[in-house]
Each structure stands twice: as C-alpha cells, then as structure tokens.
T-cell receptor, first 112, second 114 residues
Framework: AQSVTQLDSHVSVSEGTPVLLRCNYS??????LFWYVQHPNKGLQLLLK??????LVKGINGFEAEFKKSETSFHLTKPSAHMSDAAEYFC??????????FGTGTRLQVFP | NAGVTQTPKFQVLKTGQSMTLQCAQD?????MYWYRQDPGMGLRLIYY???????DKGEVPNGYNVSRLNKREFSLRLESAAPSQTSVYFC?????????????FGDGTRLSIL
C-alpha cells in the first residue's frame, strides 16, 4: 500500500535562511509525488510534481524537491525563506488506485 | 479565470439538518473530487467522479451523498448533519483520473455542526 509521512509537523526558520520540509513515502512501484501549499483560509495550490522524469524537480516560488528512490524521500527545499512562505505544506503520493494520499502536513513559520 | 468555485464559504448547522455544498469548475476537467480536512489528518477523500454520470466512494463516504450534475458541477449533500462532520470541505478537479495531472482545489467550505 502507498503511504506518505511528513517527518515534522512544524518547522520554524528565519527570513532569508534555507527551508527543508521532509517527506518519506512508501510505494510498491514508481510513484507520482506532489507538494501542495495551503495558505490560511485557502485551498491547496500545487508547488511541484514528480512523475518519473528528472529526479530534481523545480516548482513555483523558488521551491524544489529531489526524488531519492534509495531513501524513499521527496524533501522540499528553498534556499532563502520569505515571509510569504509561511503556510502549511502537504506531501502527496498518488496511490495505485489513482487516489491521492496526503501527508498530515507541515506548518512552516517564518520569523523576521 | 475562476478555476474551482465552492459555495458557501462558511456554514453553521444544527445536528440533524441537511445541506448541500456546491462545487463548479470551469477548466473542462473530467474528474472531480470531494475531500474533508481535519486537524492533523491531512485531506481524506469522501467521493469522486471520474466523469459525468459516474460517482464512486472514497475513504470516508458514510453520511454523505454526491451528485455529478453535469461536467462542471459536483455537489456534496449531508442528509442529517452530525457534529463529527464539522470540518473544512474541499472540492477538486483534474483532467483525467488516471493521469499524472495535478488536482486543482477550491478555497473550501468551513462547516460547523452544533
């Protein structure tokens, strides 16, 4: 069965410092993986997706993620955090039944 | 360019009342979905519709019904609301269910059941 685990429920960084949000997945075959962002009182917005092409995926707003099959990880990074990055981030895997399986979310706080 | 539109944005119900949440998309997508979001649990799929005229149960369908009215619209109905259904409900759509295309989400309906 497919599953996804977000290793941190909260991450706090200072503005201008790097961001790392961690995600591990479990899948019996090559998965499709996504990162979504949710700002307060808003829906989910796609940041980036991995679909078995390049292992380093670039997304919107300077975010990127690297698919590492050996580590079953798909961590989200950004070199320099901005105040507007404060939000909740969801790692998502597409299951074999085509259902999206969501992680429990990581809340990112950015301090000035 | 509205994308996915959900109405209402907020609603308070009493236990036992009924209500229909509306969702419409203008992207000509075939597949539509209803999720609920609860603290610490991510999003869970309630029902989905792979195409006009078809609907299927997701992970947590009990207490809900859906209607795919046409290609654009997909409604979610609570026949007899219960406090356990207090949640934020999201509608989403995608081009095809069996594809790598992402789902596009509405801004949600915040529902409280007293």
């Amino acid at each position: 069965a497919q599953s996804v685990t977000q290793l941190d429920s909260h991450v706090s960084v200072s503005e201008g410092t790097p961001v790392l949000l961690r995600c591990n997945y479990s899948s019996s075959y090559s998965p499709s993986l996504f990162w979504y962002v949710q700002h307060p009182n808003k829906g989910l917005q796609l940041l980036l997706k991995y679909t078995s092409a390049a292992t380093l995926v670039k997304g919107i707003n300077g975010f990127e993620a690297e698919f590492k099959k050996s580590e079953t990880s798909f961590h989200l990074t950004k070199p320099s955090a901005h105040m507007s990055d404060a939000a909740e981030y969801f790692c998502v895997v597409r299951g074999y039944t085509d259902k999206l399986i969501f992680g429990t979310g990581t809340r990112l706080q950015v301090f000035p | 360019n509205a994308g996915v539109t959900q109405t209402p944005k907020f609603q308070v119900l009493k236990t036992g009342q009924s209500m229909t949440l509306q969702c419409a998309q203008d992207m000509n997508h075939n597949s539509m979905y209803w999720y609920r979001q609860d603290p610490g649990m991510g999003l869970r799929l309630i029902y989905y519709s792979a195409s006009e005229g078809t609907t299927d149960k997701g992970e947590v369908p009990n207490g809900y019904n859906v209607s795919r009215l046409n290609k654009r619209e997909f409604s979610l109905r609570l026949e007899s609301a219960a406090p356990s259904q207090t949640s934020v409900y999201f509608c989403a759509s995608s081009e095809e269910r069996h594809s790598n295309q992402p789902q596009h989400f509405g801004d949600g309906t915040r529902l409280s059941i007293l």
